[in-house]
């Protein structure tokens, strides 16, 4: 069955066509109504087509003439994806044969294997029909009229069972023909298989961008950097054991700039799943920072800037009526199917991408906040990550001014989603909120309504990340109508509310009631937002704080409201709420006289648009109100360029009386002698054994109690480790261990008030047990998804396949290949043996090497620009300067020719402002052969050296003289503004004489950049405190 008008474009011709047809036939079937159920196809030209029947008639008489016909047919090259056999008939050979030669063609990756799709002898033609936009097709002719059935399934149960065993045939969902069956099928985004490599077709759940280019693959083909990229990040990430990944992502992670390593993780994930995982539960303190936050706000920035990929749903506001469908199609392609055949889905992240962290409105580009967040889902608590769904609401998307950075974000080439403004109004609250998600037509609604009709009532919906002035309203609007709650706002502040209670273990360690305790204490929130705000309501509504003693800012000050409400400084109801009643007499608009004046025990910062604003003022405002007692300052605000204070300058300031933590994590802070660990608070120590709870005991609503004593069971969970660091919170290298506990105390208290529809045990540890025996790990066996794991380690072989055919190495290039250097390498390099022994015996510059090498292939200055102008696309161009340093080794012609070609662009990555980075980090990159370093040692043979490196690496004059036109030469000792950099300064030399070459024609071969290494400083001796000297890696 083809659409007629799918095909009336130009179409495309097969060059291997048989002569049983006219040679302008094209056999369009077309579906005609028959006696009964039964259906035939009927050809536009070609005359009495074959019979293709049940799977109980032979195929002898039809196939040869069947097989001919396809071969001949007219196809458009965007709409076929696959075409397979089922080998059940001995008579099949001259359809494979045919197969074959359309496979010749330039249509599209068919598949001539055996595709075990069922055992109807005409489900082989149904691939052909789902290529072409159908779910299925099942085709009879002839005279005698048989009732025929379609089989259909989903490509990720094709996957499997092509990868596990055809035995599990007669498991595939059949349907009648009647055309409402197949146009019922086709919208569940059903779809008999498209080849073992893909998914199923997906469009709906795609952005709209993206969908409208085509798909995925056009999409990322479309651009050039996406395309380079993709080929890059491919192949940099070979790695298929946990140890391998480990080791290539920390070799990355070693040039800091860790968006790359989010980079990396991403395409780890769409390789290898399981390795993924595996990985991220192997390191979580490492990597958890990596793929959430803080480097997820800068990829969140960039989202559409890297190769697009499957996961994640997008519901735009185009597909407002047909929510329930998107979601469907993203099911038949992702998930897998229970015994009921209802899609697995334990659980939805979603968010508008209205508030990402603090950095304002990105749009689709936000989706790495739920695909983040699930990811910690997975390794900090054990939920399934097969059985959720990351989703992202489209409804439109500011302009640079609606986030924080001003990043062109909608008007981009390269975003995915709707480019046009939000649609919004004036709540009677007096706030902005987007159109779109109130009334009888609330896009939210519908999208939950569709999620409890397709996944049942027992999924849970977790809010993510919408602003603030929608956030709060609608969690009020659903909270009791579905399995929902909002981690901004109830997870952040459990959170919070968990930090407070263990400040208070730290200076009471033998409290056993946190919660009591909390009463004593006073607070002083800065900043209103959905975060603080969540966090007074948590401590006032459920710890039985004092409305007193919670005293909360917005940018006019201390808040605060008449008697009768009519008058104050809030600016919204929720504010409101919390206002001190009565103007205050002192100047609330400064925290240092708010601080005199209340007295807080606990400062909370929270304001996302005002770094440093905790002053030292502040900090001994703080200090001296409270006498003996140490007091709490939370600087909460992400990313941490925006933290109200740092930890160093905290823990200084107050001469470590401060009990500290941040909202992004800071290195330990050494004073008076004392090493200081400093808390993150962060959601991941709530949300996720919050939700393991809540969907292991099938919990039918998440009150707000359930926050409250997650809180507690974090603080609980603070060891004698934690306390002597200063730690109020855990150590991230326990996460599991803490979500386990919160999963538990959620349980147990879902029981208690009879919300949780199976009981997992009475006691404390006996529910712990059983839900320890339910937590998912990597390469866990699972009836419910070992058929899907299967299939995504059948899609990830396939990924490899294209890889190889797209990536072609050169082998890793030789360091030695010239005139053997000793005298003239760096000393520490000369001790190891030579530069390839230095490099390979390093795990990072070994990995490293690789990778650059693999980013590296142009041969052209016009490859070279388009390589590099990919790596530049996403910022941060110490990975530019190491691509650049790679091609000078590989091809140095190539590498100036790429310099003239674009000297404005690429002389800021070859020299200043990258060079500074490059130099601090010099050694942790791979050594190579440019570079003349003299030590003191070489002191009276100095002439030697200089030979050693001229025969080795200058050109030949006349009487084999080695030509040398100019040296430029330094001690490293004052590497531009950064300080004492030793021979890691050889940046410089280089860089310089590159701008010799690019800006006055010298002739680079003929020249030489020269370290005189005389020792170096101590970090103490660079203006950012870099351990140079004292690196391993210093040569």
């Given at each position: 069955?083809?659409?007629?008008?799918?095909?009336?474009?130009?179409?495309?011709?097969?060059?291997?066509?048989?002569?049983?047809?006219?040679?302008?036939?094209?056999?369009?079937?077309?579906?005609?109504?028959?006696?009964?159920?039964?259906?035939?196809?009927?050809?536009?030209?070609?005359?009495?087509?074959?019979?293709?029947?049940?799977?109980?008639?032979?195929?002898?008489?039809?196939?040869?003439?069947?097989?001919?016909?396809?071969?001949?047919?007219?196809?458009?090259?965007?709409?076929?994806?696959?075409?397979?056999?089922?080998?059940?008939?001995?008579?099949?050979?001259?359809?494979?044969?045919?197969?074959?030669?359309?496979?010749?063609?330039?249509?599209?990756?068919?598949?001539?294997?055996?595709?075990?799709?069922?055992?109807?002898?005409?489900?082989?033609?149904?691939?052909?029909?789902?290529?072409?936009?159908?779910?299925?097709?099942?085709?009879?002719?002839?005279?005698?009229?048989?009732?025929?059935?379609?089989?259909?399934?989903?490509?990720?149960?094709?996957?499997?069972?092509?990868?596990?065993?055809?035995?599990?045939?007669?498991?595939?969902?059949?349907?009648?023909?009647?055309?409402?069956d197949l146009l019922a099928c086709s919208r569940r985004g059903l779809a008999v298989v498209q080849g073992a490599a893909a998914g199923a077709p997906r469009m709906r759940s795609l952005p709209t961008s993206v969908r409208n280019s085509g798909g995925i693959d056009q999409w990322n083909m479309k651009h050039a950097d996406l395309k380079r990229l993709k080929v890059m990040l491919d192949g940099m990430c070979l790695a298929t054991t946990v140890d391998e990944a480990l080791e290539e992502v920390h070799a990355i992670m070693s040039l800091g700039r860790n968006f790359w390593a989010y980079a990396y993780m991403r395409t780890l994930y769409s390789k290898k799943p399981d390795v993924y995982y595996g990985t991220l539960l192997a390191k979580p303190a490492t990597l958890l920072p990596v793929v959430y936050t803080p480097t997820v706000g800068e990829a969140c920035q960039k989202f559409g800037k890297l190769p697009f990929q499957r996961r994640g749903c997008y519901i735009s506001l185009n597909e407002r009526g047909n929510i329930k469908s998107v979601l469907e199609e993203y099911a038949a392609a992702e998930l897998t199917q229970g015994p009921d055949g209802r899609y697995l889905c334990d659980c939805i992240v979603f968010s508008d991408g209205g508030r990402i962290l603090g950095l304002g409105d990105l749009g689709t580009w936000g989706m790495g906040i739920p695909i983040g967040k699930l990811d910690l889902y997975a390794a900090c608590a054990g939920v399934n990550p097969h059985r959720t769904i990351p989703v992202i609401i489209d409804v439109g998307c500011s302009d640079a001014a609606g986030n924080s950075d001003k990043v062109v974000v909608r008007d981009n080439e390269l975003y995915t989603g709707m480019k046009q403004d939000r649609k919004k109004h004036t709540s009677e609250a007096g706030t902005s909120v987007n159109s779109e998600y109130y009334g009888k037509d609330s896009l939210i609604g519908e999208f939950m309504q569709a999620a409890a009709d397709v996944f049942g009532k027992r999924c849970l919906l977790q809010f993510e990340d919408f602003n603030s002035n929608d956030a709060f309203p609608l969690l009020a609007e659903y909270r009791d109508k579905f399995l929902t709650y909002n981690d901004d706002i109830q997870g952040t502040a459990a959170v919070a509310v968990a930090a407070l209670m263990g400040a208070i273990k730290l200076r009471k360690p033998k409290c056993t009631d946190l919660v009591g305790e909390l009463g004593s204490q006073?607070?002083?929130?800065?900043?209103?937002?959905?975060?603080?705000?969540?966090?007074?309501?948590?401590?006032?509504?459920?710890?039985?704080v004092s409305k007193s003693k919670l005293f909360v800012t917005n940018s006019r000050g201390v808040i605060w409201r008449s008697e009768d409400g009519k008058e104050g400084s809030f600016r919204n109801g929720e504010q409101k709420g919390f206002a001190q009643v009565g103007k205050p007499t002192y100047d609330a608009s400064k925290l240092e006289d708010t601080i005199e004046h209340i007295k807080p025990s606990c400062i909370i910062g929270a304001v996302g648009v005002v770094p440093g604003c905790f002053d030292e003022k502040v900090v001994d405002a703080l200090v001296r109100v409270n006498g003996s007692e140490r007091p709490s300052m939370f600087a909460l605000s992400n990313p941490k360029d925006r933290a109200e204070i740092t930890a160093r300058d905290a823990y200084t300031w107050s001469n470590g009386r401060v009990i500290y933590c941040s909202g992004t994590a800071f290195e330990p802070v050494e004073v008076a002698g004392k090493t200081f660990a400093p808390g993150q608070v962060n959601n991941v120590y709530i949300f996720p054994g919050m939700s393991f709870g809540v969907i292991a005991c099938q919990a039918c609503s998440i009150?707000?109690?359930?926050?409250?004593?997650?809180?507690?069971?974090?603080?609980?969970?603070?060891?004698?480790?934690?306390?002597?660091?200063?730690?109020?919170?855990?150590?991230?290298?326990?996460?599991?261990?803490?979500?386990?506990?919160?999963?538990?105390?959620?349980?147990?208290?879902?029981?208690?008030?009879?919300?949780?529809?199976?009981?997992?045990?009475?006691?404390?540890?006996?529910?712990?047990?059983?839900?320890?025996?339910?937590?998912?790990?990597?390469?866990?066996?699972?009836?419910?998804?070992?058929?899907?794991?299967?299939?995504?380690?059948?899609?990830?072989?396939?990924?490899?396949?294209?890889?190889?055919?797209?990536?072609?190495?050169?082998?890793?290039?030789?360091?030695?290949?010239?005139?053997?250097?000793?005298?003239?390498?760096?000393?520490?390099?000369?001790?190891?043996?030579?530069?390839?022994?230095?490099?390979?015996?390093?795990?990072?510059?070994?990995?490293?090497?690789?990778?650059?090498?693999?980013?590296?292939?142009?041969?052209?200055?016009?490859?070279?620009?388009?390589?590099?102008?990919?790596?530049?696309?996403?910022?941060?161009?110490?990975?530019?300067?190491?691509?650049?340093?790679?091609?000078?080794?590989?091809?140095?012609?190539?590498?100036?020719?790429?310099?003239?070609?674009?000297?404005?662009?690429?002389?800021?990555?070859?020299?200043?402002?990258?060079?500074?980075e490059a130099c601090q980090k010099f050694g942790k990159l791979p050594l190579q052969r440019r570079g003349c370093y003299i030590s003191l040692k070489d002191l009276g043979n100095v002439k030697s050296v200089l030979e050693e490196y001229a025969a080795s690496e200058l050109q030949h004059g006349p009487n084999d003289i080695r030509l040398c036109d100019c040296i430029v030469f330094s001690d490293g000792g004052r590497i531009l503004g950064l300080g004492d950099l030793g021979a890691w300064g050889m940046g410089i030399p280089i860089g310089k004489l590159d701008l010799y070459a690019v800006c006055a024609g010298v002739n680079p071969h003929r020249t030489m950049p020269v370290i005189i290494d005389v020792g170096c400083s101590d970090a103490a001796g660079n203006s950012d405190k870099v351990v140079i000297r004292d690196h391993e890696l210093y040569t």
């Open positions: 069955v083809f659409d007629r008008a799918a095909l009336s474009a130009p179409p495309y011709r097969s060059s291997a066509r048989a002569g049983a047809c006219p040679a302008d036939a094209c056999l369009r079937l077309r579906p005609v109504r028959l006696s009964g159920r039964a259906w035939r196809g009927e050809p536009d030209t070609c005359a009495q087509p074959g019979a293709l029947v049940g799977s109980g008639v032979p195929f002898s008489s039809c196939s040869k003439r069947i097989g001919q016909r396809i071969s001949t047919l007219h196809i458009r090259k965007t709409s076929m994806a696959a075409l397979g056999f089922v080998n059940s008939s001995p008579a099949i050979g001259s359809l494979r044969e045919s197969a074959s030669a359309v496979a010749q063609t330039n249509t599209a990756p068919f598949a001539g294997a055996d595709v075990p799709v069922g055992t109807s002898c005409f489900s082989s033609l149904g691939a052909i029909c789902a290529a072409s936009g159908l779910a299925a097709v099942g085709l009879a002719s002839g005279k005698k009229q048989r009732k025929a059935k379609t089989t259909v399934v989903s490509t990720r149960q094709f996957v499997a069972r092509h990868a596990l065993d055809q035995s599990s045939r007669d498991e595939d969902l059949s349907l009648d023909e009647d055309p409402s006073t607070f002083l929130f800065h900043g209103a937002g959905s975060a603080n705000l969540g966090t007074l309501k948590l401590l006032s509504r459920e710890a039985g009150p707000e109690r359930f926050f409250i004593v997650a809180a507690e069971a974090v603080a609980n969970s603070l060891d004698e480790a934690d306390m002597r660091s200063d730690r109020i919170l855990p150590h991230p290298d326990r996460l599991r261990e803490v979500g386990l506990n919160v999963a538990t105390a959620v349980v147990l208290e879902a029981q208690t008030l009879g919300l949780a529809a199976c009981s997992l045990g009475q006691k404390w540890e006996e529910v712990r047990t059983a839900l320890r025996s339910r937590m998912w790990a990597p390469g866990s066996p699972s009836p419910s998804s070992s058929s899907q794991l299967a299939g995504m380690c059948c899609a990830a072989r396939s990924d490899d396949a294209e890889i190889g055919n797209l990536v072609q190495p050169h082998a890793v290039f030789s360091t030695d290949s010239q005139a053997d250097r000793m005298l003239s390498l760096p000393a520490t390099v000369a001790d190891a043996g030579d530069i390839s022994r230095w490099n390979s015996d390093n795990s990072d510059l070994c990995k490293l090497l690789r990778m650059l090498d693999t980013m590296c292939t142009a041969t052209t200055v016009q490859e070279a620009l388009e390589e590099v102008r990919a790596v530049m696309s996403l910022g941060k161009n110490i990975w530019a300067y190491a691509y650049m340093r790679t091609l000078y080794t590989k091809n140095s012609e190539v590498y100036y020719g790429t310099l003239l070609a674009k000297p404005a662009m690429l002389l800021p990555v070859v020299y200043t402002p990258t060079v500074g």
